[in-house]
């Protein structure tokens, strides 16, 4: 049976394709051992689970009460307290960083408590991050009411009832940053290897002017894209595959949704990025510009605008309306869920569709803008 | 020699500038990344979307759910009426948490027996659950103070009054800013820097630059001068919008701070030259630039506490000049900070300026294709 020119031609594009990124380490490294290195890096690195925290307990004139105090915070596994005699050391330790926040239990504490006056206890600390501050305010409570249920108990002071909030976390209850961390990180990773490979690779071809020699054969544009396309799409997906891999069983992320729906998905974020990295190279055809554009295009809106670690619901409106055009936005809405929570279609079916309209929309413009480029 | 330099760096400038897009992407894209991430990069919550199951209807019910609807950092979707519709909304992420109150809430609260509010949080973002926890747990505590109160019912005289030094109001917006002051500084240093040699050595301009008497030395000074120069502009830039337009207060002196801009700033060069002068190609060059920028951002504490990373990263996070950066950055954004703190996260960037400069250097004749 004779081949008909056409696969022919896309054949030896294909091979010439592939070969080339055979013979270049940079192109593997791009789609396998950056991701490995990412994941590791950011699975292990990024962690928004404070343990362990260092804490000062400025206790004035030690007693019986403040002593049980102290113990409360020895017990927490969130706190390394670390005791101060007056309250200028304890202000000194949080200035130099040594400790996050202070305790501070008045020299007449005791007194007050037995003579059943107000023995307030203050609670200073530092700002700078406000993220973490905030949540060692809601340790430091935690720790605070559960001494005061257990002093009152033992002086058999009857407790005021009255709401008792029970709080449930779906689908973490372990509240493990991890878990949400990873699939957005895999995003992070996708974007990366998908638009760095094709920008960078098709700028250089611009540079050196073999798209120009390219055209001059009977090739048409379709399948100079797909030639193009197709070697770094399968690249791209086996870096997927790895870093799902990783995820499962390496961070032990569990994976709720079923994978045919990760399969679609991912497709049609790779292709989104693909599409992305070749307009960026079409369009700048210059290594310099390209790259720079590729990273703050892509890594950059990825990691902060896409919601992986970041709330979009709390942004302004003018910079919701900006997330909108960020691919990673979609995919990272689509994994969350997928890993954590199922496969929940009223979520997963206007995020992939706005993927696959992305996708069209960045091959779609490559290729007319390359036919112009060209002609 | 001086004027030898002075003539390499002016080349240097050139080949920066000549070209529009080149000079437009220096500038201008740092400048727009700053304005949409400064408002981005936040993690407070101000816009709560949640949900009320009232299976109660008393007025202690009605109590309660005011005090939500009050709050202005929680916004009610609607009221749920059935048991299915709780999963429904928080599957589909349309809200991200549930108050069920039971039937029997009022009369269990008037009858002094606990009564309990079922919370129904979306876990999916872990940060964001816990911070609505700690919100829905103040709330309440609120209600249960007023409303024993009204009853004269006392219990323990213990209260905690919370203050936050810095930042009072705890913006983490505030943190953000002051950051992305030296991630950006970073990203255009290294993107001036990482690509210098290795477009040279591509095009073999290079080795030209090898045999005319410039010395290695005075061939690293005039590489770097563009790097150095456009860093500190870039951080001054970014440093000023920080301060008048997000309002971020810059509470230490300016020679602190453009000690801290300087070191760094030179520890980036020597990084980017370093991997320039290891790069064959530009390609690899634009490579090698990312897989040091990316890592160098993660391990920073620029979005997540480095105290949190395992014992064998933190170790690795000392290497990264950007961490000491950002420490500089918000010590003397928000604290106030003088050279006497600083010492400490001064000293490291001078080191890795220092090696990375000379490793460029030395790499220049030693690394011949």
């Known amino acids: 049976m004779r081949t008909r020119p056409r696969t022919l031609r896309l054949r030896g594009l294909l091979r010439k394709e592939s070969l080339q990124i055979l013979r270049d380490p940079s192109s593997l490294a791009i789609a396998f051992v950056l991701p490995v290195f990412l994941l590791l890096l950011f699975g292990y690195g990024v962690s928004l689970d404070s343990k362990h925290v260092p804490i000062g307990l400025v206790i004035e004139q030690p007693s019986a009460e403040a002593a049980s105090f102290v113990g409360a915070f020895r017990q927490s596994v969130y706190f390394v307290p670390r005791l101060y005699p007056s309250l ?30 107000d023995a307030p206890i203050q609670v200073v600390v530092s700002g700078t991050d406000a993220n973490s501050a905030r949540l060692l305010e809601g340790y430091v409570q935690g720790v605070w009411s559960s001494w005061l249920q257990r002093e009152a108990q033992a002086r058999r002071i009857p407790l005021p009832v009255a709401v008792e909030p029970v709080i449930r976390i779906w689908f973490n209850p372990e509240l493990a940053s991890r878990n949400y961390l990873v699939p957005g990180l895999l995003v992070v990773n996708m974007t990366l290897v998908g638009a760095l490979l094709t920008a960078l690779v098709f700028a250089r071809e611009w540079e050196r002017g073999t798209l120009e020699a390219l055209m001059v054969t009977p090739v048409t544009i379709e399948e100079i894209l797909i030639g193009k396309l197709l070697p770094y799409f399968v690249l791209g997906m086996g870096g997927m595959v790895l870093s799902v891999i990783m995820a499962l069983f390496l961070f032990e992320v569990p994976m709720r949704g079923s994978f045919w729906v990760l399969a679609v998905c991912s497709t049609l974020f790779l292709l989104a990025a693909l599409g992305m990295g070749l307009l960026i190279s079409i369009v700048t055809r210059n290594q310099f510009v390209a790259g720079m554009i590729a990273i703050l295009a892509t890594f950059l809106p990825a990691f902060l605008l896409s919601g992986f670690l970041f709330d979009i619901g709390s942004m302004p409106p003018l910079v919701q309306a900006i997330t909108h055009i960020v691919a990673a936005r979609y995919f990272v809405a689509i994994l969350q869920s997928l890993f954590l929570a199922g496969d929940i279609w009223t979520l997963i079916l206007p995020n992939a569709a706005a993927l696959a309209l992305m996708a069209a929309f960045f091959l779609g413009l490559s290729r007319r803008l390359l036919r112009k480029r060209l002609e | 020699m001086l004027a030898r330099i002075l003539a390499l760096a002016v080349k240097e400038f050139l080949v920066l500038f000549k070209d529009k897009r080149s000079r437009l992407v220096v500038v201008v894209p740092p400048l727009i990344q700053l304005l949409v991430f400064g408002y981005a990069a936040s993690f407070d919550l101000n816009d709560i979307a949640y949900a009320l199951y009232d299976r109660d209807g008393g007025y202690a019910a009605r109590d309660l759910a005011a005090r939500f609807e009050g709050s202005p950092s929680f916004r009610s979707v609607g009221r749920i009426t059935r048991q299915g519709q709780i999963a429904e909304w928080i599957d589909a992420r349309k809200v991200l948490l549930v108050i069920q109150i039971g039937p029997r809430f009022t009369a269990d609260l008037l009858a002094g027996t606990p009564a309990p509010v079922q919370i129904l949080i979306d876990g999916r973002n872990s940060n964001s659950a816990q911070i609505v926890q700690n919100d829905v747990s103040r709330i309440i505590a609120d209600f249960n103070r007023d409303w024993t109160a009204a009853r004269g019912l006392q219990g323990m005289p213990v209260n905690l009054i919370t203050r936050a030094w810095y930042n009072p109001n705890l913006e983490s917006r505030w943190f953000f800013v002051s950051g992305l002051v030296g991630l950006l500084t970073l990203v255009v240093t290294m993107m001036v820097t990482a690509l210098s040699v290795a477009r040279e050595r591509e095009q073999g301009t290079f080795d030209q630059l090898l045999v005319t008497p410039l010395r290695p030395l005075e061939i690293l000074i005039g590489k770097a001068t563009p790097g150095l120069v456009i860093g500190v502009l870039e951080a001054s830039l970014v440093v000023t919008i920080a301060v008048f337009w997000f309002g971020v207060p810059l509470v230490g002196g300016l020679g602190v701070l453009y000690t801290g801009i300087l070191l760094f700033v030179l520890a980036a060069v020597g990084v980017g030259l370093m991997i320039s002068s290891l ?67 001064m000293w490291p960037l001078a080191v890795i300026a220092v090696l990375t400069l000379a490793a460029a250097g030395w790499l220049f004749r030693h690394r011949m294709t």
Do not use: C, W
């Open chain 2, 279 to 345: 790069a064959a190609t530009l390609q690899q060059a634009l490579l090698g630039a990312f897989l040091f920028l990316v890592p160098a951002v993660i391990l920073s504490g620029f979005a997540t506490p480095i105290a949190n990373m395992p014992e064998a990263v933190q170790i690795l996070t000392l290497g990264d000049p950007l961490r000491y950066y950002l420490v500089i950055l918000r010590s003397v954004f928000l604290e106030g900070a003088g050279f006497e703190l600083l010492i400490d996260q």
């Open chain 1, 88 to 117: 200028q050391d304890g202000r000194a330790a949080l200035r130099n960083h040594d400790v996050n926040g202070i305790v501070v239990l008045d020299g007449d504490f005791a007194q007050r408590l037995k003579g059943d006056r």
